[in-house]
C-alpha cells in the first residue's frame, strides 16, 4: 500500500486530531494494512516485532467499530500489567473520553469493580485477573464483539494459553478476532486454526528480518560472566548514555547489578515481578521522566517498556531465542532514531550469537571493554566540552572571591573532585586468555598406562577374559534350611 496519511488511509474525526497532537502523521507499515480490513469486520492474524506499532494497528480499527453502549464490547488480552496499561493508556490517548477497564493483578479490585459496573466499552487485562473476574461472575462477555491477543508468543511462554482458550470460549460466538505475535509457534496456530475465521494474514517477520535493525548498532563484548557486571559499569562510564534498559536473566541479579551501578555513582533501579505495583509504577515514571536514567529488568518486567528515544539496549548474557533477543533490541532504534544494542557475552554465547546474526541478516561490531585510562580520557574531554557550552556571568564575582590567594589550577582541581571521584574509575579488568577453540580432532594419544585406542572400522584388540570370581565360601557349620533352594520347576 501507497497511503500516506491516517486521514487518506480512511481514519475519521476526532482520532485524527488526537493522533496529530501526539505527532503521528504517517501510519506505520503494519498499521496501513490492518485499518481496512479491520474496520471490514475481518479477523487479523499478524506477525509483526515489537516497536512496530501494534496498538494502533489493533487500536484505530476497534475505536471505529464501538458502539455508543454503556456494556463491554472489545476485550483486549496482553501477558504483562505493564503492557496492558500501556495499551488503555494508548487507546485513551486517541479517544480521551473512552471507558476502560483495567483488569491486571497487583491492583486494587475496587476501581476495577467500579469500572465494569458503570459500563466500560473495552476491557485491558491479562488473563489470570480476566479470569478472576469471570470466575467471581463480575465480567459479563456476552456483549463482546471483538477480541484482541496481544503479544500471544509471549502468554503462551509464560504458561497463560490455557487461561486465554478458557476466555474465548466464554465469548459469544463469532467476534472478530486479532490476533498480534512476532512468531507463531504450534500452540498459537493451533489456537489460530480454532478461534479465527477465514483471517487476513500479515507477516511482516520476514520482510524485517534483515532490515528491522537497521537503526540498531549491535556491539557485543566476550567477557565471563562474573566479570559482565564490572564490564558494564566501565562501559556506562565511558559511554555515557542518556539512558538505557539492561536486561538480566534472574531477578536477583537485577538488584545485584541495579547496586553495582549506584555504588559506581550512576543513577540506577531494578525491576521485577516481585516489586508491588506502587513500586513499580513509581519507577517506571521516574524512568519515562528521565528521573531515574538506568533500569534494570527481567525480560518479563520489561514487556510494555515503551521509552520513546532509548539509546541503549544492554543483555547481561543472551536470551534462549534469537526472537527474544530482537524484541529486546527492538525497545531501541525505533521511529528512525539511532540506537545501540550491547550484549555482554561469554566466549560460549557469542557462538550463538554469531549464528542468530547469520540466521537474521544482523552486522555484529564486537568490542572490548574500556580500560580505566581511556574512562578518564572520555570523561574528562565530555567535562570540557559542557564547559565550552556553559557561561555564568551571575557567578563571576563568586569566581574572582574564590581565585583569591589561589593557584588557579589548585582551584579547578579541587572543583573537579567535587564532581569526579573514585568511583568513577571504572574497574581494572585482565583481558581475556586466548584459548584454541579449533574444531580440528586431533589424533588420539594414550596417557602414560594407558592401552592404545583404535578407530571406528578396525577390528577392536583382542581384550584377555575376566577371570573367574572367587567361589563363594560358606560359613563353618552352615547347613541349607528345607525351602533355602527351590527346585527348578520343570514343564
Known sequence: ??????????????????????????????????FQPGLEGRDLLVQSRTGSGKTLAFGLPLLHRLKDERKPQAIVLCPTRELA?????????????????????????????????????????????VQDHLTRQTLDLSSIGMVVLDECDEMLNMGFLEDVEKILSGVPADPQTYLFSATLPAPI?????????????????????????????HTPCIMAEHLQTKALVNFLLADEPSAALIFTKMKVQTEEVAQSLRDAGLVADCLHGDLGQQARNRIMSNFKEGKLRYLVATDVAARGIDVEGMPLVVHMGIPTQMESYIHRSG????????????ALVSFKESRILLAWARRGGLKLDWRAVPTQAEIKELRTRRLVEKLKEKESPALLDVARRMLEGRDPAS??????????????????????????????????KPRPGEKPGWTPGQKPPYQAKKPYAKPYAKKEGYKPKPGDFPKKRRD
Open 1 to 34: 500500500m501507497t497511503t500516506e496519511t491516517f486521514a487518506a488511509l480512511g481514519c475519521s474525526e476526532p482520532f485524527l486530531s488526537a493522533l496529530s497532537r501526539r505527532g503521528f502523521t504517517t501510519p506505520t507499515p503494519v498499521q496501513q494494512e490492518t
Open 85 to 129: 496499561q500501556q495499551v488503555a493508556e494508548e487507546l485513551q490517548s486517541v479517544m480521551p473520553r473512552l471507558d476502560v477497564a483495567l483488569l491486571v493483578g497487583g491492583l486494587s479490585y475496587v476501581p476495577q469493580l467500579k469500572a465494569l459496573k458503570y459500563g466500560a466499552q473495552v476491557v485491558v487485562g491479562t488473563p489470570g485477573r
Open 331 to 342: 525497545r531501541t532504534g525505533r521511529a528512525g532514531s539511532k540506537g545501540a544494542s550491547l
Open 189 to 217: 496456530a493451533s489456537l489460530a486454526k480454532r478461534f479465527l475465521k477465514n483471517p487476513f494474514r500479515i507477516n511482516h517477520a520476514q520482510a524485517e528480518g534483515s532490515s528491522q535493525h537497521a537503526d540498531i548498532d
Open 411 to 444: 582551584l579547578v582541581a579541587a572543583l573537579l573532585s567535587m564532581v569526579e571521584g573514585p568511583e568513577h574509575d571504572g574497574f581494572d579488568i585482565p583481558d581475556a586468555p586466548q584459548k584454541d577453540y579449533s574444531s580440528e580432532k586431533r589424533p588420539f
